[in-house]
């Protein structure tokens, strides 16, 4: 075979590939597919070019598959149980199986009829004038007790139960994921970390005489123009990063106010005021320190009911429902303040601003839960002259304010750095002070030479 003849043949190859596919791709483009898997798949006429529809999908001929974007969406696997061993497989697994759901339903059925009895008992109530006193020790209040706890003990052994709390999609309004989540923060070291810290740190007693918290809260605040590892950007949910217990931060990143997040475990609305404080203040005048109150909030309702609760400049304290349970699979969370939150009974936010030359500032955030869990405390707005020597035991005992059992705490630390200065300039319009380390007086005398003549 000659040159010329093996080129021939390998452009006539060529042209004959081309043409082809040229084919192919005009049938493929003139094919439609119905949406409806019912309709046989028909061929539109080349000729009549301005009433051909526009295709569907390309897809090849005779076929009857459907598009996937007009195909329904399936459950995910992830979000159903499923049992790890087949029926029949171990008949073990299967008796126990059949042991949790038959104690289940005994215990479900019994929480059923404590349930009518407390429904009569209320009716009774409320016909004789009395009304239901929620917060009294009544036989009322333990039979609501033991129905929140044989609801728990009706359900807590369920895998599917189970499953849907390690995936994060469960109602967080039902007993049984409120006492997951609490059993969670309680025995899987978050609490633990906090104590450590609260009390590692001197918090409890210089601030506090005890501490026994009973709300999950959490600090965060706005992510800064800084580098960020890949792992902090994928944990970055709208700009806002949850900061650890005694965590050091810079005066760039608090120069915002933070959110409060919280988690609380009862279903009732209760009360409670909010501080932000720092203990660590040098005062000259006693060789010591004082508190410097950074931001006041009295009056904020939380409960277990919403999943978001914000308090705006326009609430003037009171809740609004942005969220419901079944619209968020997530834990329960109530937002407090955020950029510019607040109302008018609000003490304003003040930035840290650690001075020069102090060791490291706690800043504690507390919530205080009201003794009488209902009342509104009419609590003024503290002016600047008054943050400065607060006294957080004198207050709670002038407001009936709750310190130690109950509410929820948090702290992080700082030092002072450049950002400082900016902060007196700006926002408080003072001078900056600036402090050095006392010079050590040594007590014990000079050795003194002894001579002899």
């Known amino acids: ?12 190859t060529v042209t004959w590939r081309q043409s082809s596919l040229v084919t192919n791709l005009h049938r493929l483009y003139t094919t439609t597919i119905s949406l409806n898997q019912d309709e046989p798949i028909q061929e539109q006429d080349t000729t009549s070019s301005s009433s051909r529809p526009k295709p569907v999908s ?15 969406p399936k459950p995910s696997s992830r979000s159903i149980w499923k049992s790890p061993i087949p029926s029949g497989k171990i008949p073990a697994f299967d008796e126990a199986l059949k042991y949790i759901r038959a104690d289940a339903r005994k215990l479900s059925f019994e929480a059923k009829e404590l349930a009518r009895v407390i429904k009569s008992q209320e009716e009774e109530e409320v016909a004789a004038g009395q009304g239901v006193k929620k917060y009294s020790n009544s036989e009322l209040d333990r039979l609501r007790e033991k129905l929140e706890i044989l609801q728990i003990q009706s359900k807590i052994n369920l895998p599917e139960v189970r499953f849907a709390f390690k995936m994060g999609r469960y109602p967080f309004q039902e007993p049984v994921f409120r006492h997951l989540t609490e059993q969670k923060w309680r025995k899987d070291g978050m609490l633990d970390l906090l104590m450590e810290r609260i009390y590692q740190m001197h918090v409890v ?3 506090l005489p005890e501490l026994h918290p009973t709300i999950d ?12 590892t890949l792992s902090q950007r994928r944990r970055e949910k709208s700009g806002w990063y949850t900061i650890e217990p005694g965590k050091f931060l810079i005066s760039k990143q608090t120069r915002d106010p933070p959110r ?39 009056n904020i309702p939380l409960s277990a009911t919403y ?12 809740p609004v429902k942005e969220e419901s349970i079944e619209e968020t699979p997530d834990v329960s969370k109530n937002i407090i303040g955020g950029i510019g939150g607040g109302s008018a009974r609000d003490t304003p936010y003040i930035p840290p601003h650690p001075q020069r030359g102090t060791p490291y500032h706690r800043y504690v955030v507390l919530l205080l839960p009201h003794i009488n869990p209902l009342e509104h405390l009419d609590i003024p707005v503290f002016k600047h002259d008054q943050r400065l020597g607060f006294n957080l035991r004198e207050f709670a005992a002038q407001w009936d304010l709750a310190l130690g059992p109950g509410g929820g705490a948090h702290m992080w630390r700082q030092v002072w750095d450049e950002d400082v200065s900016d902060i007196y300039n700006n926002v408080l319009h003072a001078p900056e002070p600036v402090y050095q380390r006392p010079r050590k007086i040594n007590y014990v005398p000079e050795k003194r030479t002894k001579y002899v003549l």
């Open 1 to 12: 075979m000659t040159r010329s003849t093996w080129v021939t043949l390998t452009c006539s």
């Open 58 to 72: 390309v897809l090849p001929p005779n076929s009857k598959k459907t598009p996937s974007f007009a195909r329904k």
């Open 260 to 298: 409060v997040a919280t988690t609380a475990f009862h279903t009732d609305v209760r009360l409670y005021t909010m501080l932000m404080l720092d203990p660590d203040v040098p005062d000259e005048e006693s060789n010591s320190f004082q508190t410097y109150l950074h931001w006041l909030r009295p």
């Open 307 to 318: 999943r978001n609760i914000k308090i705006s400049p326009s609430d003037e304290g009171n």
């Open 205 to 207: 007693p210089d601030l």
């Open 217 to 228: 809260l959490h600090i965060q605040f706005p992510w800064t123009t800084g580098h960020r």
